[in-house]
């Protein structure tokens, strides 16, 4: 369970709630122009763009839940169950499996419009990342400086709405969420996906009307969390299996300056990574641990 949310003000602001019962030890990641992407079925660009974001790290391969490159494009997956569809191998495409999609769309494209085309030639296949990592079913958000877009493959093959809303969250399929938002009279408090997606465009959209383009980076960044504050998951209120579905995190990028802000369950403390503070031309991963633990400044 997760939501993201994306929105213009001034800079273009992206980010989500990660809602799992557990961590994969996951960490902000770089990976700059020249790391040797390698994908199953398509060739990789000799050199890339840059991009920052949550990844787990297995087996030397990025696995993004999110990031935005440095032309300030940015992506995120959200957990689909029941309603995403991979299909097989298909000569004549562009066979991309779920895992490697985001760095596929990140690393040759600096615009939604330019993703719209990449997406045309796409398969997004069945394929799993290894036998101790299947498949997740997921759809995608996408966001730049010239919009937003929903990325569903579903059975009746791929489909790609334009979202205006700035927000996705799970099930069910994005055209009945928006269909949910324009039937609905009142807003549901519980944590289902389809209460928090209307929370969420709800709160989007009064929030920004305190924003009037003028504010610090710093009341920005605070306003995209408090936004997100309003969908999160406290632990107890969700069992699954004997565990707490909570959120992990949640994360704000400024998309137009490449800095990743983050705060975790038991660390509200905003910590910020900059990706133009590494090198941009090298050929490796860097990668920073989440900073979780509780922090307390004292005043007297």
């Known amino acids: 369970m997760c939501t993201a949310i994306s929105y213009r003000s001034g800079d273009l602001y992206f980010g989500r709630n990660l809602d799992l019962e557990y961590s994969y030890d996951e960490r902000v990641t770089i990976t700059p122009r020249n790391f040797p992407l390698k994908f199953r079925h398509v060739p990789a660009p000799a050199k890339g763009y840059a991009m920052i974001g949550m990844a787990f790290v297995q087996d030397g391969c990025p696995l993004y839940y999110e990031a935005t490159n440095e032309k300030g494009l940015s992506m995120a997956g959200l957990n689909f169950p029941g309603n995403a569809d991979y299909k097989p191998y298909a000569e004549g495409f562009d066979n991309v499996a779920p895992f490697e999609f985001i760095p596929w769309v990140l690393s040759q494209c600096e615009t939604v419009g330019q993703a719209k085309v990449l997406l045309s030639r796409i398969n997004l296949i069945k394929e799993d990342f290894s036998g101790s990592l299947p498949a997740t079913p997921l759809h995608w958000m996408i966001s730049g400086s010239d919009g937003s877009i929903v990325v569903e493959s579903v059975k009746e093959g791929l489909k790609i709405y334009d979202n205006k809303v700035g927000v996705l969250t799970n099930n069910p399929p994005f055209d009945i969420q928006l269909w949910n938002?324009?039937?609905?009279?009142?807003?549901?408090?519980?944590?289902?996906?389809?209460?928090?997606?209307?929370?969420?465009?709800?709160?989007?959209?009064?929030?920004?009307?305190?924003m009037d383009g003028k504010d610090s980076e710093a009341c920005r960044v605070s306003q995209f969390f408090h936004i997100l504050g309003n969908v999160a998951m406290v632990k107890g209120c969700r069992p699954v299996n004997g565990k707490y579905m909570h959120t992990i995190y949640s994360c704000c990028c400024n998309a137009s300056r490449g800095i990743f802000y983050y705060t975790t369950y038991d660390n509200s403390r905003i910590t910020a990574v900059d990706m133009h503070r590494e090198n941009l031309d090298g050929?490796?991963?860097?990668?920073?641990?989440?900073?979780?633990?509780p922090q307390f400044l004292e005043q007297n």
């Open 181 to 210: 938002l324009e039937s609905s009279k009142f807003l549901p408090g519980d944590l289902s996906s389809e209460s928090r997606f209307l929370r969420a465009e709800f709160t989007l959209r009064n929030a920004l009307g305190a």
């Open 283 to 293: 050929d490796s991963l860097t990668s920073y641990g989440l900073v979780s633990g």
